[in-house]
Every structure is written in C-alpha cells, then in structure tokens.
C-alpha cells in the first residue's frame, strides 16, 4: 500500500478514535466534509475536534515537528482555525507513537505549530509547545 497523506490522516483519525474510547468518549465522524475531523462526545457536551499526523521537520530544529493547520484555497487565500469551527486540535506523532490535545488557545489563527519532543540544548521556552505538557 503506498503512503499518502491521506492515508496518514486517517491513521490520526483511527489512533484519536481508539483513544476517545479508552478515555470514555463517543467519537463520532461527520458525514460530510467539515472543518473538524471528529466530534467527542462525554455525555455532557460535544466537542469538535480537528485532527493531524506530525511527521513534518521544521528547516533549522532538531527533536521538533511541525504541524500545518492551514489551507490555501486556489485563488491563493490561507485559511486557519477559528473557534466557530473547531473546539480542540488533536495530533498524532509517529515518531513517539502518541497523540497530544491541544486547546483552541494555543493554536487558533494560526498557519502552523511546532511541538517540541525532546527537550533543546538551550533552555529557551518562550512559545515552545512541548509535547509531554499536551499528551492526552
């Protein structure tokens, strides 16, 4: 089977649905095509969730992944996550096989994150997203 992206989202997809379960949520998918992958339902409130798979490198960190939340349409506009569209971000990252939850706060209006998964040889943290702090 070749690897797409697509294939990959819906690995994020799986690996966020296995893990609502053993959380005690009811995760369901949309029928249609929205601007959140799932919806997670504890019996109380439903929440919106957009999911992505991080394998991406940032250029110049090391121990780091990058996550696109943006979209470019074909007249070139860039669109990012607002919170009439999505309550929370889950991420999956291979390459320590765990998924992080970030809230709207974090990564609302913005085209991408970095998360951090191991600590950096300085100790610079100022907007860092460490991915221990997100483990859900």
Not at 53 to 66: E, H, L
Request: hydrophobic share 35%.
């Amino acid at each position: 089977m070749k690897i797409t992206s697509n294939t990959k989202g819906q690995l994020a997809v799986s690996k966020a649905e296995l893990r609502a379960f053993e959380l005690g949520y009811l995760p369901s998918r949309p029928l249609y095509d929205a601007r959140y992958d799932l919806i997670l339902d504890d019996g109380k409130k439903l929440i919106r969730a957009q999911v992505k798979y991080a394998d991406g490198k940032p250029s110049n960190v090391k121990g780091a992944v990058v996550v696109k939340l943006d979209y470019e349409d074909r007249s070139k506009k860039f669109y990012t996550y607002h919170k009439n569209e999505v309550d929370v971000l889950i991420v999956y990252i291979p390459k320590v096989d765990k998924l992080c939850l970030f809230p709207l706060s974090v990564f609302a209006g913005k085209r991408k994150m970095n998360i951090r998964i191991q600590k950096p040889k300085i100790n610079y943290s100022k907007d860092v997203k460490f991915a221990k702090n997100y483990y859900w």
